[in-house]
Nanobody, 118 residues
């Protein structure tokens, strides 16, 4: 079955960096776009970044442009989110996700907590 397992979250000071990883299994990883979402307390889940199967990527939240970079390693079935110059407002649970059309389903990992605080 489709599994997405995030790692790399934690507590970091403002201005610091973290790299999140999402290990995927149960589907042909190289054929599907992957995305990162986040959900802050009391807020709706929002799309942060997306990368296509061919590696075209982009961020969808203005506040992270120039600070967050999504990438993938198809040989390792892993997608990454490199986050730098972190701010307290980046504090959230970060989820990786993929939509598999043949199953008409969106899949989510369990999430990893990122807390930016001094």
């Amino acid at each position: 079955q489709v599994q997405l397992v995030e790692s790399g979250g934690g507590l970091v000071q403002p201005g610091g960096s973290l790299r999140l990883s999402c290990a995927a299994s149960g589907f042909t990883f190289s054929s599907y776009a992957m995305s990162w979402y986040r959900q802050a307390p009391g807020k709706e889940r929002e799309l942060v970044a997306i990368i296509t199967s061919t590696g075209i990527s982009g961020t969808s939240v203005d506040s992270v442009k120039g600070r967050f970079t999504i990438s993938r390693d198809n040989a390792k079935n892993t997608v990454y989110l490199q986050m730098s110059s972190l701010k307290p407002e980046d504090t959230a649970v970060y989820y990786c996700s993929t939509y598999i059309g043949r199953y008409n389903s969106r899949y989510w990992g369990q999430g990893t907590q990122v807390t930016v605080s001094s």
